[in-house]
């Protein structure tokens, strides 16, 4: 059974920076591309970062690109997702998902969320 498990979200105020991770388990880890998604409220699911399968530079949304990065750690089958200079329109419930074949908003697999404040 695929279990995603996102930790690390919190209350921050704007220009802080919090760390968030995902443990995966039941599931091989190289085989499957693994994502971060957040979904503000009233708005739609967006995409973060992606994580290929086959090992490549990972994705970041050009919109979060010099203030997120990602990054996974093969042997705790754990990804992470690292925000900096936090704005208050980061404010959303942060999803971890994995699929077979790549990212997109339709994924295999999802993770129950952990949500993000980012206090004015």
């Known amino acids: 059974e695929v279990q995603l498990v996102e930790a690390g979200g919190g209350l921050v105020q704007a220009g802080g920076s919090l760390r968030l991770s995902c443990e995966a388990s039941?599931?091989?880890?190289?085989?499957?591309?693994i994502g971060w998604f957040r979904q503000a409220p009233g708005k739609e699911r967006e995409a973060v970062a992606c994580h290929r399968r086959d090992g490549g530079a990972p994705y970041i949304a050009d919109s979060l690109k010099g203030r997120f990065t990602t990054s996974s750690d093969i042997a705790k089958s754990t990804v992470y997702l690292e925000m900096n200079n936090l704005k208050p329109e980061d404010t959303a419930v942060y999803y971890c998902a994995v699929d077979a074949l790549w990212c997109s908003l339709v994924m295999d697999y999802w993770g129950k969320g952990t949500l993000v404040t980012v206090s004015s």
């Open positions: 039941g599931f091989t880890f190289g085989d499957y591309a």
